[in-house]
């Protein structure tokens, strides 16, 4: 009997053995065909299959220890945050009023920048930034071709669209295919003399439109002869100088997840003089510069680099004049960046890190290998995120100390953040990913 019992259970061990080769060699010939097709990718599946030329770059980051060590907000207060225009708007990534205290106004994924005008009128639009967009007035259905919109504008509210523009999408992601023709509004600021609206177009570059609205004229499309890629976000200085980003030469907006994983630093910030109407180039070599924001003084302003989660500091005045150095360091993914009356800063975060987003900043090669597995680029972004959307907004003193940080860490209310401004005690928040304005 013990003999059977010795032979059955060695025979259940070479059983089991045998199940975890083969288990094993399955699993071997899966990781084996993947790297073969991540290397050939024949469909052309992968995220990167239209980027021939891409490249992932090393990311010099702080030590883990010191990344995990950022404060978090324990009580995750923006989920007390209240959603106003629920699906009224969608993706407003900026957030402006106008000298005349109206607003605030957004621009949005379909083209449009949009004016509030109280409860009781709600939403208008206010202006547009793409030449593309050719409004027809309709009713029923019918063009009417001979009606004017511009001289009618209350009227257009109701009977005016745009066949592609205007095209309706659950999503703000749902308007990215029309983007280069529709226009992709984000940086906003009013200049408080003229009241004049400047705008950073994704695809059209730094615009202008007046206070009465319409179409918005280019001031900047190219700097030393390189056209803008991706422009993001701008300040204006007392003197009317206009301070502003272009996050990338080599993709534009549409492609801001292959940016992401690139790391590459070809992103520049620039100032436009009205005067001479020409475009410098302040700083170059930048990894998606993304939000900037002038200090209360004007001696200084700071922008986001979002690939490396870094706040940079550049000189207006002063002996440091023309020189970067470093304001603060986050873990996360900056986005836009607002002063408050005090002169704090409030930083928008697209997205804080994990511990998998730590290690492929460092791995590059690994993160081309990633891009090239057909999975779609907003998944992977979304694993790089941690695997869900969450919001968090942070705030500086004017010397660079951290004051404070709310969070929605699981995304339950406020799902994502692109930019802070802080308006009477309370904090308005934008997200170019949401259909929604949210107040806290």
């Known amino acids: 009997m013990r003999q059977r019992l010795i032979y059955w259970g060695s025979l259940s061990d070479e059983c089991s053995q045998t199940r975890f080769d083969k288990m094993r060699d399955i699993v071997g010939a899966v990781i084996l065909g993947l790297g073969i097709y991540a290397a050939l990718d024949p469909f052309h599946h992968s995220p990167i299959a239209d980027f021939p030329d891409f490249k992932a770059h090393y990311i010099e980051c702080p030590p883990w220890a010191e990344f995990s060590k950022f404060p978090t907000d324990s009580s995750n207060r923006l989920q007390k945050a209240d959603l106003q225009s629920l699906d009224e708007v969608s993706g407003p990534e900026s957030l402006a009023f106008d000298p005349e205290n109206r607003g605030p106004y957004t621009g949005t994924a379909d083209g449009r920048i949009l004016r509030w005008d109280g409860p009781k009128l709600g939403w208008s639009r206010f202006a547009y930034t793409s030449p593309n967009r050719h409004v027809t007035p309709h009713i029923i259905g019918v063009p009417l071709y001979f009606f004017s919109c511009q001289c009618f504008p209350l009227i257009c509210r109701f009977v005016c669209r745009s066949e592609i523009c205007d095209k309706a999408h659950k999503s703000p992601l749902g308007y990215v295919k029309h983007e280069h023709i529709c226009g992709r509004p984000l940086g906003l600021r009013f200049n408080k003399i003229t009241g004049d609206l400047y705008i950073a177009d994704a695809y059209f570059g730094l615009l202008v439109v007046g206070p009465q ?82 200090n209360k003084d004007h001696s200084s302003f700071v922008f986001t680099e979002s690939v490396t989660g870094r706040l940079l500091r550049y000189w207006l005045k002063g002996p440091n004049t023309g020189k970067v150095d470093i304001f603060a360091m986050i873990p996360a993914y900056p986005d836009n960046i607002r002063i408050n009356d005090k002169g704090e800063f409030w930083v928008a975060i697209h997205g804080r890190h994990n511990y998998l987003a730590f290690f492929l900043a460092s791995h590059p090669r690994v993160r081309t290998f990633l891009l090239r597995i057909p999975v779609p680029a907003r998944i992977q972004y979304i694993l790089y995120l941690g695997g869900r959307l969450h919001s968090m907004v942070v705030k500086y003193s004017p010397e660079g100390k951290l004051l404070d940080v709310l969070e929605d860490k699981t995304g339950k209310v406020v799902k994502s953040v692109s930019e802070v401004e802080e308006r009477e005690g309370r904090l308005w928040m934008g997200s170019v990913l949401s259909n929604y304005i949210a107040l806290y």
């Open 213 to 294: 609205g319409g179409l918005a004229t280019p001031l900047a499309t190219e700097a030393e002869g390189v056209p803008f890629k991706f422009t993001n976000d701008l300040d204006i200085d007392m003197d009317g100088s206009v301070y502003f980003t272009d996050s990338s030469t080599i993709y534009q907006r549409k492609n801001f997840i292959q940016l992401v994983f690139s790391a590459e630093d070809s992103g520049r910030v620039l100032k436009f003089d009205p005067r001479t109407r020409q475009t410098q180039v302040l700083v170059r070599g930048i990894r998606f510069p993304n939000g900037l924001s002038l």
